[in-house]
């Protein structure tokens, strides 16, 4: 059984293959961007010079998922890092980036407890039909972020008895549309 709590070796060959000490196999980048996205933290060594080549890969990873439209940062937040490679303030942006993905998980998850415990919401008609979108949402959000993980009970169903996942997904359709025309009117 694999620990979870050491970095997961992957070793890159002079081939250039990545090669996964746990499993004894090769991996693809994505392969190690989806070892991240379960959470789990990872250490890309090149096996002749011993170099730590981790940095490198996930940068390549972002790059990838960012030319393919996948866009999660904004132009002004990729001129802002480049402009921090040649100002003094290379010095603070690490801090800064790593405290604010902090802020941002223990955010998420302060969220998600509060949305999970009990509270006068809990009574409103379509509230867990609610909650299971905001689930949805922080979940897609997060799909990138090592180390989140959704709070106990987040995987909550919000269909009630005898329901399948069509009638939950026109129910949504129906909620919206009511709130879109609430919206409209209150405009």
Request: net charge negative; proline share 4%.
């Amino acid at each position: 059984m694999a620990d979870s709590d050491k970095p997961l070796l992957i070793k890159r060959y002079a081939s250039r293959r990545l090669y996964n000490t746990e499993t004894s196999d090769y991996v693809t980048l994505e392969d190690i961007a989806g070892f991240i996205r379960e959470g789990r933290e990872v250490q890309i060594i090149d096996l002749k010079s011993g170099d730590d080549l981790t940095r490198q890969y996930l940068l390549q990873i972002v790059a990838e998922h960012e030319s393919r439209g996948e866009n999660v940062l904004p132009l002004g937040v990729l001129t802002d890092l480049v402009r921090s490679y040649t100002t003094q303030a290379q010095s603070i942006v690490p801090q800064f980036l790593a405290q604010s993905f902090d802020m941002l998980r223990d955010s998420q998850s302060k969220m998600m407890e509060n949305m999970s415990s009990i509270s006068p919401m809990a009574k409103m008609p379509g509230f867990e039909a609610l909650q299971a979108q905001q689930e949805a949402f922080l979940k897609a959000m997060s799909g990138g972020m090592p180390g989140w993980k959704m709070p106990e009970g987040g995987e909550k169903s919000a269909s009630p008895a005898g329901q399948g996942k069509d009638e939950d997904l026109d129910a949504i359709k129906k909620q919206l549309a009511e709130l879109q025309s609430k919206l409209n009117k209150m405009s």
